[in-house]
């Protein structure tokens, strides 16, 4: 698998992907937005593109499917739910199913919160040298958790990142819909100012362009995403001072950090 990131230079800063077989040379476009853009990449590194997945149906993920389908004749695949949202799926997508192209496998996590039709793309160990790649599109980003402001829901976020994201392996590489990195981190610090992965992480984005952001593992994301860190004494004590009428399971804490960084 060989995965092109390309930042989209918009306000809403989106990245878009184009994630090749080497082998066959076909290709899926994930989430374009640019699709011209996205064709013309898929032409220069000699892939023709088969399939355009939709992570969900927000304008900034699905902009570009009809340039790309009038270029090259590309099937559209999104959840099943999202047909009657997304104009011209071709094929519904559930949880559990696999898109196979030449050597390509994605593995279909349903992943409701940002949107109820939600999915993100999983690979394999196996199916990529070794490396598992999630594709998570607004679901969980660099140091943070997708909102849910434009029709999602909290508490299927949560649920959502306790069933499928949490017990992902340390080694999974994340490639996520936006750059929101910078941001996402100092807001991360506001939550614990003592996290010196946020600190060194903050460094480095400040002097990273951003067409070449790192690629960062679920791992390293472990060390500072607030999201993935429910169980940090930092992160609890500060809420406790701050709400001292807030409960303390894990859904409280996730829920709280959501309404944080929204009003943030
Ligand atoms: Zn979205």
């Given at each position: 698998m060989k995965v092109y990131r390309r930042y989209m230079h918009n306000s809403l800063r989106n990245f878009n992907y184009l994630i090749g077989c080497?082998?066959?040379r076909e290709a899926i476009a994930l989430d374009p937005l640019d699709g011209e853009a996205m064709v013309r990449l898929a032409e220069q590194e000699g892939y023709r593109i088969r399939f355009i997945i939709n992570t969900h149906e927000h304008h900034d993920h699905v902009e570009g499917n009809p340039a790309v389908v009038a270029a090259t004749g590309a099937q559209v695949l999104a959840h099943k739910n999202a047909i009657a949202r997304?104009?011209?799926?071709?094929r519904g997508l559930s949880a559990g199913d696999t898109v196979e192209l030449g050597s390509l496998k994605l593995r279909v996590l349903h992943t409701p919160?940002?949107?109820?039709v939600h999915v993100c793309l999983l690979v394999a160990a196996e199916d990529n040298g070794g490396t598992p790649a999630l594709f998570s599109g607004d679901t969980l980003f660099n140091a943070c958790a997708g909102n849910?402001?434009?029709?999602?829901d909290v508490d299927e976020m949560y649920d959502t990142f306790v069933s499928q994201i949490l017990s992902l392996p340390d080694e999974t590489l994340l490639y996520p819909g936006h750059d929101y990195m910078k941001n996402n981190l100092a807001f991360a610090l506001t939550r614990e100012p003592d996290n010196t992965d946020a600190r060194y992480w903050q460094a480095e984005v400040a002097a990273t362009g951003e067409d070449d952001m790192p690629l960062m593992t679920l791992g390293q994301e472990r060390l500072y995403n607030p999201f993935l860190r429910l169980h940090s004494e930092a992160i609890r004590q500060k809420l406790k001072e701050e709400f001292p009428a807030l409960g303390m399971g894990d859904r409280d804490v996730f829920r709280a950090l959501r309404r944080l960084r929204d009003e943030w």
């Open positions: 080497e082998t066959t997304i104009p011209g799926v071709d919160g940002h949107t109820p849910c402001r434009n029709g999602g």
